[in-house]
């Protein structure tokens, strides 16, 4: 599975962090945790929101997925179930003279590659005012 965005701890349990007109809500898919408080969102029986305060979290990052290929950094664009290919852009000129990329966008490279062929790193940047708490 490859994580991609806000997170955050409550209860010693991660879960998919939302925000809407400065209110922050926790999202999960279990069932379970309906016994802590969580509703359906909007009648969804699949996907759960808990509102929360900042002051409740244990803490809270973004996590941004990466890859290197060939000593070049590139970001996670994407995956597709499908295929099993996950997608990776990178903004570096050189990589195009040693990697067999494709333009994308102004400026940009992308390549598609087997998710079983290559391995997906995570930066997790604190968010929230919990910077250096849990790094």
């Known amino acids: 599975m490859i994580r991609k965005g806000r997170f955050a701890l409550w ?11 400065r209110q922050y809500y926790l999202q999960s898919a279990d069932p379970l945790d309906l016994r802590n408080g969580f509703v359906e969102k909007n009648g969804n029986k699949q996907l759960y929101i808990k509102t929360v305060s900042v002051r409740e979290l244990e803490d809270a990052y973004e996590i941004i997925p990466y890859a290197m290929i060939a000593g070049y950094r590139f970001a996670v664009e994407g995956y597709n179930e499908k295929t099993g290919k996950v997608a990776l852009v990178t903004n570096n000129p050189f990589v195009k003279e040693r990697i067999d990329v494709r333009p994308y966008g102004k400026f940009e490279y992308i390549i598609e590659i087997l998710l079983e062929d290559v391995v997906i790193e995570e930066d997790r940047v604190p968010i929230l005012g919990f910077e250096g708490l849990n790094t």
């Open 11 to 21: 209860n010693k349990k991660e879960f998919e962090l939302a925000s809407y007109q």
